[in-house]
């Protein structure tokens, strides 16, 4: 699975947009782009994946570039409890179990100040 | 729905004891999942199991094991703690290979001295 850089922190304000990067820049055609988070002391937990469209659902915008080498996560409204730490993950879609293996780095510690 | 559940929430572990920790989930998924977490790192995968009957090992599986005999269980031990074992441990389950939407446990976080 590619290598993915993201920034090891950001501050946002409270009730602003959250905007938080990721480079995969050896991302390969069939790999798909995931995002989770991880609130302190707490299992992970999925926000959002995309291959080459923008994604939106719920929680979270997911926005790819043309090029597929970055994205950007946005949380359109952040709040207090959305203070936690972002993966953002590459992964290959295919068959086998060996495939479903998800690659954690260290993330990124989205502090959302009042 | 109880989702992926994890006991116990923590333990503290003697040198050279062994201990199980449980994860059972009752989503009838398929693919189950161990990891670990080290203070201030990612996540890093012990074992992982595609069924009942069937697993397979990941990035860091020396010092545990696993096994898989029945689709909501998926046990793993730890036979001769080691300070080096210390951490935070999720138990994950996805639907199958296809998705990359795990659900994770609360974890269990175990110290050994």
């Known amino acids: 699975d590619a290598k993915t850089t993201q920034p090891p922190s950001m501050d946002c304000a409270e009730g602003r947009a959250a905007n938080l990067p990721c480079n995969h820049s050896t991302i390969s055609g069939n790999e798909y782009v995931y995002w989770y988070r991880q609130i302190h002391s707490q299992g992970p937990q999925y926000i959002i994946h995309?291959?080459?469209n923008n994604e939106t659902n719920e929680m979270a915008s997911l926005i790819i570039t043309e090029d597929r080498k970055s994205s950007t996560l946005i949380l359109p409204h952040a709040t207090l409890r959305d203070t936690a730490v972002y993966y953002c993950i590459v992964r290959a879609a295919g068959l086998g179990g060996a495939t479903n293996k998800l690659i954690f780095g260290t993330g990124t510690l989205l502090a959302v100040q009042p | 729905n109880a989702g992926v559940t994890q006991t116990p929430k923590f333990r503290i572990l003697k040198i050279g004891q062994s201990m199980t920790l449980q994860c059972a989930q009752d989503m009838n998924h398929n693919y189950m999942y161990w990891y670990r977490q080290d203070p201030g790192m990612g996540l890093k995968l012990i074992y992982y199991s595609v069924g009942a009957g069937i697993t397979d090992k990941g990035e860091v599986p020396n010092g545990y094991n696993v096994s898989r005999s029945t689709t909501e269980d998926f046990p793993l031990r730890l036979e001769l703690a080691a300070p080096s074992q210390t951490s935070v441990y999720f138990c994950?389950?996805?639907?199958?290979?296809?998705?990359?939407?795990?659900?994770f446990g609360e974890g269990s976080r175990l110290t050994v001295l």
């Open positions: 994950a389950s996805s639907y199958n290979q296809f998705t990359g939407e795990l659900f």
């Open positions: 995309g291959l080459k």
